[in-house]
């Protein structure tokens, strides 16, 4: 063998028996050092990536020249990556930056711009520009430890802002918990330019990668009653979701349904500040991009520093896991410090435990006439055929276009007002439900209200009336009664144009006004006591009123938590002054996000959503707070699958048109028949109080896994929707007590049969447990004596028929 060839034999073998130990891939010892460090938390320097982990999440984060990027979030459980992988460099975070208004130069006082949230942008400029994490002069890295805790510091130091040179820092802190498995981020920015102020801040910017098999995953989002994506890995499909407004909570999560694990995302902000939550999807990787507003957009020479933590982490479990973590924390806020519905005294008994929700709107022929005064007893003939029926349960119900029309007087009346009146057929006659806002009593009710509503409450009816919480009509020329007091106190741009809500001619009013805040107490009290009302429902109520930036008004410019904080203090007022006038009235709201609970008394909420295969929101607030729904179909198996859906979470089931309204159930229609039965059942149930504590007072838990019928008959629902026939909730009271209510929503008689696991449940696992079954008559057998171990239930229900075990 030559020389040349004993060399190449050597090093070959060199090569081959050494490539273990120093050819590893660099992820594959960054892999390593994840599942394998030593202490409970643990940092690496690699080259120049800084790895981060503890025994549950692993973070690599890479340093290049001028800045930091995300390369991995890894699940340890389940060597799970998080994240798609790295090609080219990833922003971090983006700042972006706009001219201060004061160097804009402009005057809007007097004019009027229509819109809603698109006031953002507008506002932001066509010259904003964004700051990545990529642009710093220097950048460095250290860890704080503390007992419990690892904190790892990035920063980021002489970013130029345009022509200021070197005018901005950044910091970011990554902290890791001892046996948590969430890491929690913040950023600081200082931001020493004289010239351009942040706008906003999106941070931190993660690609999330699929769980698994894509056509496997689901997106969670807390949407209204909160909504699972299937296959949510589509091109294309955006979503950008304000909170707290069309999100009424501040989680996420992305998990695969077959292999139940997956990552949750979020953050934890006790303040409930204004902020968005944006999905960019693809069919390789969903762009999570969380949006934070500093207390005064886009103000120059001012910093921001996040006051609350963002949240990543691996998630094991699905849906109801990722509501669990949220719960933990969210019940501790001050939006739950009033406790729970079996404890508070605020919120009076009776509608605790009504178990539907009516509404009326007086403005529509299509079963009445073309006149509201009119149509005022056609709804209350409707309405007590109703509480007759409930025999002895009161029941709310929402009335709207209670007020006069007084013409000459309402903005809603000029031809750019696309609810201008007379409108044609069925609406001829009518204009918007918000015409003459703001201006009771000086534009008094219709004349036969009063007397209306004392003989409903005699007989169990609660009305409510719409009531805009944000909206005021200033009349066609600013000719309304109190308009030239109410302008001042008109929501603002930057440059001082009034705003209005949409397309609508009304001015948006600002929160934070004095003025308007009494303006509506009085509004209420006086409505208390002149018309026999039992409260109010306060439509736009959300979580946030729209971005006001007029810093005269005496809150920032419209960030942070001004909007939230303002919005909250308003409906305070105004729930403290309804309650001082009458204890048995009610306050409930429009799709009323979490930071609202502790000032109402229930929730307005969709009816059901394609989306809504999971009782979400419930699972979360189930015993803080009521809800109920927008308005029930009459048709088909949509109504029977929007009542038990309702019903199984503990919702008031609603809400039910009454005429002159159109689409309304009807006593004297034999077609009605069984949907009406299938409420009486429903009601039934509420007039007992072994079912009333779970189902009113009971903390929602996970649905039945049911093993018959197999497979689960499906029923269609809308364009896109499918639920299940067999529809179940799990309630565990006070007491610890469980309550099982299982309901057919088909047309045919089913088998049902399901093993529940009491430990699962929050019982203890020495305990003997009984299991009785009980029917909406009340009439209970007990079908199984103390005994440990898991609890088998079953049984057969007609079509549409309901039933209950009782599990102690």
């Not at 004349?447 to 200033?474: N, Q, T």
């Not at 026999?532 to 930036?549: A, K």
């Not at 799990?730 to 008689?749: A, C, H, I, P, Y």
Request: charged share 25%; net charge positive; proline share 6%.
């Amino acid at each position: 063998m030559s020389k040349f060839n004993k060399m190449l034999s050597v090093v070959t073998c060199f090569c081959v028996m050494s490539s273990p130990a120093w050819a590893r891939t660099p992820t594959e010892e960054t892999t390593r050092f994840f599942e394998t460090h030593k202490n409970a938390i643990d940092l690496k320097k690699r080259g120049d990536s800084v790895l981060f982990a503890n025994r549950q999440i692993g973070l690599e984060l890479k340093r290049s020249p001028r800045g930091f990027q995300l390369v991995r979030v890894y699940g340890i459980a389940d060597n799970q990556d998080f994240q798609t992988r790295l090609t080219n460099f990833r922003n971090l975070f983006e700042i972006r930056m706009t001219l201060d208004p004061k160097f804009v130069r402009r005057d809007d006082r007097g004019k009027t711009r229509l819109g809603h949230f698109v006031i953002l942008e507008q506002m932001a400029g066509k010259d904003a520009f964004v700051i990545g994490a990529n642009e710093a002069k220097t950048v460095s890295w250290r860890r704080e430890d503390n007992p419990t805790e690892s904190v790892l510091h990035l920063t980021w130091r002489g970013i130029d802002v345009r022509e200021n040179k070197g005018a901005m820092d950044v910091e970011v802190t990554v902290t890791l918990r001892a046996g948590d498995p969430l890491s929690y981020w913040r950023i600081n920015i200082r931001n020493r330019s004289g010239k351009y102020g942040i706008e906003r801040v999106r941070f931190p910017i993660v690609h999330l990668a699929p769980i698994g098999k894509a056509e496997d995953d689901l997106l969670l989002y807390p949407r209204y009653r909160g909504g699972l994506i299937d296959k949510p890995f589509k091109d294309g499909h955006n979503d950008m979701e304000f909170y707290p407004h069309n999100f009424n909570m501040q989680f996420q999560a992305l998990y695969n349904k077959k292999t139940n694990s997956g990552v949750y995302l979020g953050t934890f902000d006790p303040a409930a500040s204004f902020m968005c939550f944006e999905f960019r999807r693809s069919d390789n990787a969903i762009l999570w991009r969380p949006t934070h507003f500093p207390p005064n957009i886009t103000f120059a020479s001012e910093d921001f520093n996040l006051p609350y933590d963002c949240v990543i982490g691996p998630l094991q479990g699905d849906w109801y896991d990722a509501a669990q973590i949220y719960r933990k924390w969210a019940v501790k806020q001050f939006w739950c410090r009033k406790g729970k519905l079996s404890v508070r005294k605020d919120i009076p008994k009776w509608y605790k435990e009504a178990p539907l929700y009516l509404y009326a709107q007086l403005g529509d022929s299509a079963a009445g006439t073309h006149s509201l005064e009119k149509n005022l007893p056609i709804a209350e003939k409707h309405f007590l055929e109703f509480l007759k029926w409930a025999d002895g349960v009161k029941l709310p119900c929402n009335f709207y276009q209670v007020t006069e029309r007084i013409p000459g007087l309402t903005s809603y009346d000029l031809p750019i007002c696309v609810y201008r009146a007379p409108r044609l057929g069925r609406w001829a006659g009518f204009s918007t439900h918000e015409t003459h806002c703001g201006n009771y009593p000086k534009i008094p009710v219709l004349p036969g209200l009063s007397a209306a509503m004392g003989r409903l409450k005699k007989a169990g009816g609660m009305v409510c009336p719409y009531l805009p919480l944000e909206f005021f009509d200033p009349g066609p020329s600013e000719n309304a009664p109190y308009a030239a007091a109410a302008r001042p106190h008109a929501l603002r741009d930057l440059y001082g144009a009034f705003r209005g809500w949409g397309t609508n001619p009304n001015w948006q009013m600002c929160p934070w006004s004095d003025w308007w805040r009494n303006r509506l107490k009085e509004t209420c009290e006086l409505m208390l006591e002149r018309e026999n009302v039992s409260g109010f429902y306060l439509d736009v109520l959300q979580g946030s009123s729209l971005p006001c930036y007029w810093t005269p008004h005496g809150h920032t410019a419209a960030g942070g938590d001004s909007m939230t904080k303002g919005m909250h203090e308003l409906v305070k007022i105004i729930t403290n002054a309804v309650k001082t006038k009458d204890s048995e009235a009610i306050i409930t709201g429009e799709n009323t996000s979490e930071n609202m609970i502790d000032v109402t008394d229930g929730i307005l909420q969709v009816t059901l959503w394609p989306e809504n295969t999971a009782p979400i929101f419930a699972t979360v607030y189930q015993d803080y707070i009521l809800r109920y729904g927008l308005e029930m179909s009459v048709s088909g198996d949509a109504f029977f699958i929007q009542s038990a859906s309702m019903f199984v979470e503990g919702m008031q089931v609603g809400r039910l048109r009454l005429r002159p309204r159109s689409s309304a159930l009807s006593f004297q229609n034999p077609k009605h028949k069984k949907m009406l039965d299938f409420l009486k059942l429903m009601v039934d149930y509420y007039k007992q109080d072994v079912a009333k504590k779970f189902l009113v007072y009971g903390r929602l838990l996970r649905p039945l896994t049911f093993g018959t019928p197999a497979p689960m008959p499906m029923l269609s629902y809308g364009r896109k929707g499918r639920f299940p026939a067999l529809m179940s909730g799990v309630f565990r009271s006070d007491d610890g007590e469980l309550g099982v209510f299982v309901v057919n929503t088909s047309t045919k008689k089913l088998s049902f049969e399901a093993t529940l696991n009491p430990t699962e449940y929050g019982m203890a696992p020495s305990a003997a447990i009984a299991v009785e079954t009980i029917t909406p008559g009340g009439v209970s057998a007990n079908i199984r004596a103390k005994t440990r171990g898991p609890v088998t239930l079953k049984g057969t229900l007609d079509a549409h028929g309901l039933t209950m075990f009782r599990l102690k």
